[in-house]
């Protein structure tokens, strides 16, 4: 078992780690750190979400990281903002014991980018961004990348699916050749291999899914099945033998999710749900009374989703089924996350059997039939 210092972390970093109960290294984090701190080149990374990417790559570039200078030596782009809130607070944490201020923000949409473009007049070293929100502050020229070394593409797979393809290519068509980039995402579609192919060095190093599981061995998967009037019946049994535990339940639709969450309120359950019809505002209305635990369950599309990490998730239920295989992959890496275990529940009609049987052949898990 390896430990943070033998993978080439330094000291002050590993003090912060242990303050934050992170003592051992994940596979991906073992696999990732010594070669991103020895060559720090282009990095391919396949690795589920809630395996430890952020310390992954975030150590690298923290360790990296000229304090003495003023300018932007890192970017880090993710599909959301609250992802994006998330990695910038958890780099801040890691830099608790550095003798000198490494400076992270966080800029995404949704916020007033008059705001951000003052916040990026202070001195900052790394900058974590949306990609939307990154293209209007280079094209506002109000961030200047020009002492970038490396840019970080998070969950890569989640921005292409949300639609950012088109701004990725603008960013990295300024950025390709002129530093490094490390390209972590849960799988592997086409329109990622053709990032990589374009933009990417034919000699990238690559931690492939072979060699690191894709899917979360702590999760058990399970099924139940049943036709589609008696999935909320099936779903509140569920939660009675959950007591309090806390999950989120993947609907296909907004209406769905919806309707859904107006029928477990309408029983007494404290739910809400996501979807892309919402403001930000009632976005993050949601997202803070579900961190909070006032609300028991939250009900979610797969793009309302992305970027969601709330901490000791019992569950995920798939009340449908996802469209794309690797939509099951993002949805059951909400529990089981930082060493717990968790349990992904599908409900699925007779005819959609062998379809699950096949994600479950892909990604290389096993299935277990509920009776009801």
């Known amino acids: ?10 000291d002050t970093f590993v003090k912060a780690l242990k303050e934050n109960n992170i003592t051992t290294p994940t596979e991906i984090q073992v696999k990732s750190i010594p070669f991103l701190l020895e060559k720090g080149t282009d990095f391919i990374g396949q690795a589920q979400t809630g395996t430890g990417k952020t310390a992954a790559f975030g150590l690298p570039l923290l360790q990296a990281i000229n304090p003495d200078s003023t300018s932007v030596q890192a970017l880090i782009l993710s599909p959301t903002r609250e992802l994006g809130q998330q990695i910038a607070k958890q780099l801040f944490r890691f830099t608790k014991y550095v003798p000198k201020k490494i400076f992270v923000e966080s800029v995404y949409g949704g916020a007033y980018i008059e705001d951000q473009i003052r916040a990026l007049k202070r001195p900052t070293h790394i900058v974590v961004a949306t990609p939307g929100r990154l293209l209007d502050l280079l094209e506002r020229k109000a961030l200047n990348i020009g002492s970038v070394k490396t840019i970080v593409l998070d969950e890569a797979d989640e921005m292409l699916s949300m639609g950012f393809k088109k701004e990725l290519d603008a960013i990295l068509s300024q950025t390709h050749g002129k530093r490094n980039t490390w390209l972590f995402s849960a799988t592997m579609p086409p329109e990622i291999k053709a990032i990589i192919k374009t933009y990417m060095s034919p000699t990238a190093h690559r931690i492939d899914s072979e060699r690191l599981n894709v899917i979360n061995k702590k999760i058990e998967h399970q099924f139940v099945v049943c036709d589609p009037e008696e999935k909320t019946d099936i779903l509140l049994h569920f939660l009675k033998t959950q007591g309090a535990n806390r999950g989120i339940v993947f609907c296909r639709t907004k209406a769905g999710a919806q309707t859904l969450a107006q029928q477990l309120v ?8 996501i979807h892309g019809d919402l403001m930000q505002k009632e976005r993050d209305k949601v997202m803070r009374a579900f961190k909070n635990k006032k609300l028991k369950i939250l009900i979610a599309t797969d793009i309302a989703a992305r970027g969601i990490d709330v901490e000791n998730l019992s569950y995920v239920v798939h009340y449908q089924l996802p469209e794309k295989t690797e939509y099951y992959t993002h949805r059951s890496g909400r529990t089981a996350r930082a060493g717990n275990s968790g349990l992904s529940l599908s409900f699925i009609h007779q005819t959609e059997l062998a379809g699950l049987k096949g994600m479950a052949r892909d990604l290389g898990f096993s299935l277990k039939e509920v009776h009801r």
């Open 1 to 10: 078992m390896k430990t943070f210092s033998e993978l080439g972390v330094s």
């Open 266 to 273: 309408e029983k007494n359950i404290a739910a809400d749900a």
